[in-house]
T-cell receptor, first 116, second 112 residues
Framework: AQTVTQSQPEMSVQEAETVTLSCTYD???????LFWYKQPPSRQMILVIR??????QNATENRFSVNFQKAAKSFSLKISDSQLGDTAMYFC?????????????FGTGTRLKVLA | NAGVTQTPKFQVLKTGQSMTLQCAQD?????MSWYRQDPGMGLRLIHY???????DQGEVPNGYNVSRSTTEDFPLRLLSAAPSQTSVYFC???????????FGPGTRLTVT
């Protein structure tokens, strides 16, 4: 069975600093996708970044980048130049769809607070 | 484009009552899903659909039913509400699982 682990329940960072959120996962699948979603206090889930497992190159989206280590099954999120609007819950998620089924597993989340 | 809409936003039920949470999307997405979010547990997949007329169980399907008669709508039915079903429920849609899921605003359900 697939699992996703986020070992940091809460983190804080000073505005303009860099922070890294960790995520590890376990799977026997070879084809899968990994995502980071943000959930601000409004409760709306918003995609931050995604990574295809078959791509070695780490995904980047503006101030957000990932460190994807497939052999180690690690998928950390780096937020550069943190902004107050980055304050939110961040969820790591794993998706695979073997043989027509669909598995989407979320981690338990990391609550990030950006301090002024 | 309204995106993914969910109704109601809040609901209080008594144990044993039934109700339907509504979900609709106007993006012509084939894939739709229902999740529940409980404190400290992240989101867990309840049921999903890969197209009209096709549904399947997710991680926590017990106590819930779904149907998908149209591409747009994917209602979630609670047959006999239990306090353990107190949660925030999210509906999501996507054109393909490999890309972003678009989430609705959620329904907060309390079962007393």
């Amino acid at each position: 069975a697939q699992t996703v682990t986020q070992s940091q329940p809460e983190m804080s960072v000073q505005e303009a600093e860099t922070v890294t959120l960790s995520c590890t996962y376990d799977t026997s699948e070879n084809n899968y996708y990994l995502f980071w979603y943000k959930q601000p206090p409004s409760r709306q889930m918003i995609l931050v970044i995604r990574q295809e497992a078959y791509k070695q190159q780490n995904a980047t989206e503006n101030r957000f980048s990932v460190n994807f280590q497939k052999a180690a099954k690690s998928f950390s999120l780096k937020i550069s130049d943190s902004q107050l609007g980055d304050t939110a819950m961040y969820f790591c998620a794993f998706m695979t769809h073997p043989s027509g089924t669909y598995k989407y597993i979320f981690g338990t989340g990391t609550r990030l607070k950006v301090l002024a | 484009n309204a995106g993914v809409t969910q109704t109601p936003k809040f609901q209080v039920l008594k144990t044993g009552q039934s109700m339907t949470l509504q979900c609709a999307q106007d993006m012509n997405h084939e894939y739709m899903s229902w999740y529940r979010q409980d404190p400290g547990m992240g989101l867990r997949l309840i049921h999903y659909s890969v197209g009209a007329g096709i549904t399947d169980q997710g991680e926590v399907p017990n106590g819930y039913n779904v149907s998908r008669s149209t591409t747009e709508d994917f209602p979630l039915r609670l047959l006999s509400a239990a306090p353990s079903q107190t949660s925030v429920y999210f509906c999501a849609s996507t054109p393909t699982p490999a890309v972003e899921q678009y989430f609705g605003p959620g329904t907060r359900l309390t079962v007393t």
